[in-house]
């Protein structure tokens, strides 16, 4: 059983262009958590989707940022003309369905850095 | 003042000394969360714990919901130990997953 698959692992980008970052979640998990790591900075969390649905987006922030988890597919965390502040590790966690107080389980991380 | 608090900001042990890591919280959860970084690597979450008290190898995580404290314990630390790790709360009332962060516990464990 796989884990959590978050790709790519690294990314480049210079600013003003786009970054897309993709998470699958384990197997029979419908739940994924976005956070987001900032440099010397503690972890964010930043969303919660459910299959089609963002359920909490209190920690995205309000321009450039969003995200999705469709019906079939990862889901996405989209982030649109990159600035520099925006270079961080991005982590996406899964769950299955249940709820407050369930365990995560985190992938890997996307490094993000821009020029 | 952050809400998630995490003391020793820094530890470093000898290989085989038992570890504390302590964390204090200042609102309501419903849970809290014991994960582990390595330098450059993804999150494994350790614990997720209510109440009491969780033990996992070497591993132990104790929770006192009055006092808002957790502390991760390592017995017989091993230089492969070595990593960060973060307490997280998620918020009584708050979505599933909307943790919030401490600052974490940079541990270092010699041979």
């Known amino acids: 059983n796989a884990g959590v698959m978050q790709n790519p692992r690294h990314l480049v980008r210079r600013r003003g262009q786009e970054a897309r970052l993709r998470c699958s979640p384990m197997k029979g998990h419908s739940h994924v958590y976005w956070y987001r790591q900032l440099p010397e900075e503690g972890l964010k969390f930043m969303v919660y989707l459910q299959k089609e649905n963002i359920i909490d987006e209190s920690g995205m922030p309000k321009e450039r940022f969003s995200a999705e988890f469709p019906k079939e597919g990862p889901s996405i965390l989209r982030i649109q003309q990159v600035v520099r502040g925006d270079s961080a590790a991005y982590f996406c966690?899964?769950?299955?369905?249940?709820?407050?107080?369930?365990?995560?389980?985190f992938g890997e991380g996307s490094r993000l850095t821009v020029l | 003042k952050n809400e998630v608090e995490q003391s020793p900001q820094n530890l470093t042990a000898q290989e085989g000394e038992f570890i504390t890591i302590n964390c204090s919280y200042s609102v309501g959860i419903s849970a809290l969360h014991w994960l582990q970084q390595h330098p450059g690597g993804g999150i494994v979450s350790l614990f997720m714990l209510s109440s009491g008290k969780k033990k996992h190898g070497r591993l132990i995580a104790t929770i006192n919901i009055q006092e808002k404290h957790s502390s991760l314990h390592i017995t017989a630390s091993h230089p492969r130990d070595s990593a960060v790790y973060i307490c997280a709360v998620e918020r009584d009332g708050g979505s599933q997953g909307n943790l919030i962060f401490g600052k974490g516990t940079k541990l270092s464990v010699k041979p």
């Open positions: 966690a899964s769950s299955p369905p249940g709820g407050p107080g369930g365990e995560l389980f």
